[in-house]
């Protein structure tokens, strides 16, 4: 039950944004949660310095199921500001920084959760993607990460990012870890419209027999990446698997169509940050009405949010649903029907997870908005079809972890877990060496 020093190690690694010690309390097991999961014992700003001082009533479905597991909710962990990010640099609380490498970082938009899995003693956190925000931080901190189906899990207390994308999962140093906290937090809930009457988990899970490679994935990804993927199809071979390689153009038309309906979604899901209802409510009162909002949601909305509230405005413009809202949603419809077609014939899709090691803080600063953009390319798909996907760390480069991304087809999360558990037997993880 005894784990480190909550407090110090977030000082260090800035990957709590409020956090209690969790020794001795008697609990099962220690969780943290991504902060736009709502909690009623702490904070939740979902890293916007717009709902600084907001103290949610209630606490979301998946951090109630966890509690009534016998967890014990450690702390809140870091993010990208409302999940608009891929390096967690966009957080109004600090910056988390890569485990492995402090010049690094820790991937996002769950950069906390997946920071706090790494360096915890047996620690589970529950992260939520919209994009790929489970997956990329698990690739980068070296931990198991699963986003499941779109509805397997109640999104009742999750501050929205795109409603019809944001899923809530789990990231963890271990493998077993995935299979057991998954299922916990699944099910219906009466009080999210969007989760869905589902299937079980099975008591056994099925196990892959056959993985199809995706040509298309492996292009325009960095060289170890590719010679550690290229070592992965191998390890997969021997596992007895089949591989085949396929080709499924359509997906280089998912992160267009994503930003297209992730903005469109957030412009409108961010109007309600007023000054007036949750966090940060010291406006001037006697401005008029357009311009107390205007002047409060300058001041606490970041630069990327309010980039987000300005595409997804003008996407969502009247007289231009049909160019692109409808032909996004469109795109997605084919992209489902080309994983349709390849899960006829095999079990899961497996790619890198992201086309190159965690960057240092100097390249991302350097990077395009539109090249940070594109770093999804390979974990978009996935998310904007809805079906499950985990990473697993598959190697290192330079002392920085690499992942390896499985796809499955919708409610299929067992092929996922048997794969983690039966993988992580012959992986040789190596901790990152925390000094607290
Ligand atoms: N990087 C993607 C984005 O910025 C995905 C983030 C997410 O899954 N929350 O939208």
Known sequence: MKIQDLKTINERYEMFTSCSDATETGCEFVFSAKD?????????????????????????????KMREAGGFLAGKTNMDEFGFGTFSANSGFGIPKNPYDLNRSCGGSSGGSACAAAVLEDHVSLGVSTGGSIVCPASFCGVYGIAPTYGRVSRYGLIDYGNSLDKV???????????????????KDQRDPTSCVQPDFPKEFSKIKSVAVVNEAIEGISKDVKQNFDESVEKIRSM??????????????????????????ASTNLARYCGMRYGQQDGDLT????????????QYFGDEAKRR???GTFTRMVGYADRYYNKALRVRQSIISEYKKVFADHDAVMTPTMPFISPRFDEIQAMSSLDIYKADFLTIPPNITGMPHMSVPSGYSDGMPIGLMFT???????????MAMEWEKSFDM??????V
Do not use: Q
């Open 169 to 187: 999962g789990v990231l963890s140093a271990k493998a077993e870890d995935l299979a057991k906290y998954l299922p916990i937090i699944s099910g």
């Open 240 to 265: 007895g698997i089949d591989v085949e390689f396929v080709s499924m153009p359509v997906l280089k038309y998912a992160m267009p169509a994503y930003y297209i309906l992730a903005t469109s979604e």
């Open 287 to 298: 401005l008029k009405f357009d311009d107390y909002f205007t002047s409060f949601r300058s």
């Open 36 to 64: 736009n999961l709502t909690s009623y014992d702490f904070e939740t700003c979902a890293g916007s310095r717009i709902l600084e001082g907001y103290r949610p009533p209630f606490d979301a479905t998946a951090i109630s």
């Open 408 to 418: 499955s087809d919708h409610w299929n999360e067992d092929y996922l877990l048997s």
């Open 309 to 311: 509230i300005l595409l």
């Open 430 to 435: 190596i901790k990152p060496e925390v000094k």
